[in-house]
């Protein structure tokens, strides 16, 4: 079983801060990996993709890979209560076209 | 654009009904997936599609799912006959490999009740 693993959380930092959101996957092929946000009762929403060593930067959002150590992990800068979300962490295998494998997710709480 | 559409929004149905979801996934998209979500098991792939053939249906839970893609723009997700363990949220997503590599878009989803 190829799995994604994540903390659950909740995850609680106050705003301004920086959050960590940390995730380890089991398929040392991989070669996709992303991170979605999701609000409750709503549908995940893509954040960042990544695909190579190192980290990936947009906006607020860094996304680090450390392929070596099967690591993928999202930071957010200048916390904001509305960052306040489950965020899926999801690793397409090798050799299974497009398929994406999502960890649980880590409840990220924002406080003022 | 329009992303991803699904309907109905909510169902709510009684156990032994049949249940019929739908999915329009993004125009050009080539990737269609369905996937359920649970607070106990999370977000699990059911099945996908690539051009409108089933690629693998081995998240299926049992013969009382199906699914079907019979063009580019409309899939649909059948449980017959409906049980209240199949009370979940189910999602359809779409992609483009030819252009953005694996990520994946997601439908607002079917929030579905079985009593």
């Known amino acids: 079983q190829k799995e994604v693993e994540q903390n659950s959380g909740p995850l609680s930092v106050p705003e301004g801060a920086i959050a960590s959101l940390n995730c380890t996957y089991s398929?040392?092929?991989?070669?996709?990996f992303f991170w979605y946000r999701q609000y409750s009762g709503k549908s995940p929403e893509l954040i960042m993709s990544i695909y190579s060593n190192g980290d990936k930067e947009d906006g607020r959002f860094t996304a680090q890979l450390n392929k070596a150590s099967q690591y993928v992990s999202l930071l957010i800068r200048d916390s904001q209560p509305s960052d306040s979300a489950t965020y899926l962490c999801?690793?397409?295998?090798?050799?299974?076209?497009?398929?994406?494998?999502f960890g649980t997710g880590t409840r990220l709480q924002v406080t003022l | 654009d329009a992303g991803v559409i699904q309907s109905p929004r909510h169902e709510v149905t009684e156990m032994g009904q049949e249940v019929t979801l739908r999915c329009k996934p993004i125009s050009g998209h080539d990737y269609l997936f369905w996937y359920r979500q649970t607070m106990m098991r999370g977000l699990e792939l059911l099945i996908y599609f690539n051009n409108n053939v089933p690629i693998d249906d081995s998240g299926m839970p049992e013969d009382r799912f199906s699914a079907k893609m019979p063009n580019a723009s409309f899939s649909t997700l059948k449980i017959q006959p409906s049980e209240p363990r199949d009370s979940a949220v189910y999602f359809c997503?779409?992609?483009?490999?030819?252009?953005?590599?694996?990520?994946?878009?997601f439908g607002p989803g079917t929030r579905l009740t079985v009593l």
């Open positions: 398929d040392r092929g991989s070669q996709s």
């Open positions: 997503a779409s992609s483009d490999t030819g252009a953005a590599g694996d990520e994946q878009f």
């Open positions: 999801a690793v397409k295998n090798t050799g299974t076209a497009s398929k994406l494998t």
